[in-house]
């Protein structure tokens, strides 16, 4: 069975550029998350979507940050414009419901110069 | 929301020695996770324990939901076993919430 998968694996860009990550989940999982994770930190909840449906976004920066999960597949996360300490690496997460057990993509790791 | 706490915040090792790491966590809990991050980043699912015992090789965890802890044995511990260890858990309507880990350094 295929993991959770996203891409880019790795971004570089300037301050007040934008990104935008894609997540695609494991095949059937209804709840799919994005985590931000700073060096040294445990990851923080952004967002939390239920099928095509937000759940949580109480932790998402709105004013920068967007997400959008089409169709209730696949996922993509927009930072614009990204500041410095947008540093981080992005971790989508898929489960199969609600309080499910998490499985983790292998992340996105953005650096803003 | 919950909270989660995990001690102690580093742990360093020989190979081969034993060890317990331990999450506390401040309210019931609907689901409780136990995931190893290696070097390299991944988060690697190592257990889904809301409460009781199970056992994975040289790995087992207990989580006492009445006590409000769980604890993550590591046996015989290999150098592949470095990284960090963190606990995560649901309660009520809380998405999942990440302790601060535990760094684990094993050295041959």
Known sequence: EAGVAQSPRYKIIEKRQSVAFWCNPISGHATLYWYQQILGQGPKLLIQFQNNGVVDDSQLPKDRFSAERLKGVDSTLKIQPAKLE??????????????????FGEGSRLTVL | GIQVEQSP????LQEGANSTLRCNFSDSV???????QNPWGQ???????PSGTKQNGRLSATTVATERYSLLYISSSQTTDSGVY???AYSGNTPLVFGKGTRLSVIA
């Open chain 2, 9 to 12: 915040p580093d742990l360093i």
């Open chain 1, 86 to 103: 947008d540093s981080a690496v992005y971790l989508c997460a898929s489960s199969l419901n609600w309080a499910g057990e998490l499985f």
């Open chain 2, 30 to 36: 609907n689901n409780l996770q136990w995931f190893h």
């Open chain 2, 43 to 49: 988060l690697i699912n190592l257990f889904y324990i």
């Open chain 2, 86 to 88: 963190f606990c995560a």
